[in-house]
């Protein structure tokens, strides 16, 4: 639905350019991470600083950290090549 959040920016010639994927081969993949409640704050600061490579990732990635059988927190990091402050508010919507 979000083409910015489909595309990767491989190299072509040198140049860098946009190739708009199709939704299923753009599915973000879904990391889970077992954690504990101390190690979250690390857990979660490592995830949002892992660089993207824009040749061949979609600029979003969501990483679940299971606390316990019933406690989790979602991580989703998104490149501002993709959206910026106001872009997060549909996102969030999409998400809920």
């Not at 753009?26 to 504990?36: D, H, Q, Y």
């Not at 490579?53 to 406690?71: G, N, Y």
């Amino acid at each position: 639905r979000h083409e910015s959040l489909r595309t990767v920016f491989p190299e072509v010639e040198g140049v860098p350019c946009q190739q708009v994927l199709t939704p299923e081969a753009a599915a973000p993949r879904l990391i889970v991470t077992p954690t504990s409640e101390t190690e979250l704050p690390a857990a979660l600061e490592a995830g949002a600083r892992y660089a993207f490579d824009l040749a061949t990732e979609i600029p979003l990635r969501v990483e679940l950290f299971t606390l316990s059988a019933k406690e989790h927190a979602l991580l989703v990091v998104m490149h501002h090549i993709a959206g910026d402050g106001w872009s997060l508010g549909p996102l969030a919507s999409d998400l809920t």
